[in-house]
């Protein structure tokens, strides 16, 4: 009998370690496909712009165009080509000097574990990039998480921004579950174990998910993923970039709202008024109440990517010198919201 129970504790052992080992087999190997789709991704998809070293980070950027310079700060998932697909980027080189950059860990820029990619760190890292560039005064704008970047920079008095244009961000500290569920893979070793495992299957399984809640109700533009390159958006270096910035979101934006009556700049406000993202009462209106010089431009019908629905009047807000004086800008909305609620003035 003893006999038995020894052969069985020893099976059960055995049959232990010989799943243990099959799973440890089948990480590694999901890890060495994810780091080579990767190096393959940056290899067949090579940087449009200009590369820079700032602050020992490889800064990726593009530079188009002549005139006062637009800074282009992109959100989460994406990177600066975005702002290509949605036209902008040739819109404002028409009269601007344009510079859309990676923000750190996205795209073609990388992201050094040397420091906390906070906003604030990350405005520092376009400062020195602009002052590297020998950019002044520039007209900053921001989409989603580049918002909070946009913000930080506006309040550097030495780099003297001229007017701020903010499109579907988030302002202020509330509960984000979003936040809650990347934490983990923002975590050294954890979360490094995550992102070339359990998460690279994951991001590829939804991202069509994540790019339609973006664009909704709107539908997504054709072939959007394909022109950003999918590969691209789920490395694992981007989804680490992604989690520590969903991460750091909450903070920021509390840190942030204690200095907004020090903006006095210009600045224009967009919302989509169906952006289930970043909800336009509890941000994009509240800001608008804390900015005395603010405009708001809450779309009814538009979902959290308002450069793609209404490039225009987003283009129309940055070319502008004062938002008071661009009545262009005002019948343009006028136009879109009166035909978006059939009649009814919002």
């Not at 010198?321 to 009649?343: F, I, K, M």
Request: with cysteine.
């Amino acid at each position: 009998m003893k006999t038995l129970i020894h052969r069985t504790r020893a099976s059960r052992r055995a049959t232990g370690l010989a799943l243990a080992a099959a799973a440890t087999t089948a990480l590694a190997a999901t890890g060495a496909w994810a780091a080579y789709r990767a190096r393959r991704a940056e290899q067949k998809y090579p940087p449009q712009g200009a590369v820079a070293t700032v602050d020992g980070v490889r800064v990726h950027y593009l530079d188009r165009g002549r005139g006062t310079p637009v800074l282009l700060l992109h959100g989460n998932v994406v990177h600066a080509g975005d702002f290509l697909i949605s036209g902008l980027v040739d819109r404002l080189a028409e009269q601007h000097r344009v510079i859309a950059c990676d923000r750190a860990g996205f795209g073609h820029s990388t992201r050094p574990r040397d420091r906390l990619w906070t906003a604030g760190a990350q405005a520092e890292l376009v400062h020195h990039l602009c002052t590297q560039l020998g950019i002044k005064r520039p007209i900053v704008l921001g989409h989603s998480w580049g918002t909070l970047v946009a913000l930080e920079l506006a309040l550097r008095a030495d780099l003297a921004v001229e007017r701020l244009v903010l499109m579907s961000g988030y302002y202020f500290p509330t509960a984000r579950l979003d936040a809650a569920l990347a934490a983990p893979q923002a975590v050294p070793v954890i979360g490094d174990v995550m992102r070339y495992t359990v998460s690279a299957i994951m991001a590829r399984l939804l991202l069509n998910r994540t790019v339609k809640a973006m664009f909704a109700p709107q539908p997504v533009p054709r072939d959007f993923v394909a022109a950003l390159a999918r590969e691209l958006l789920v490395r694992p270096a981007q989804i680490r970039a992604n989690a520590e910035d969903a991460a750091f979101m909450v903070p920021a934006a509390a840190a942030l709202r204690r200095r907004y009556h020090e903006l006095q700049i210009p600045t224009a406000i967009f919302a989509g008024a169906a952006d289930t993202i970043a909800d336009p009462d509890t941000h994009a209106r509240e800001l608008h109440r804390e900015l005395a010089n603010s405009e708001l431009y809450v779309l009814p019908g538009v979902g959290h990517m308002v450069h793609h629905a209404v490039p225009e009047q987003v283009a129309a807000a940055v070319t502008s010198h004062q938002l008071e004086s661009t009545p262009h800008v005002g019948s343009a909305y006028d136009r879109l919201t009166r035909v978006a609620s059939n009649g009814r003035r919002r």
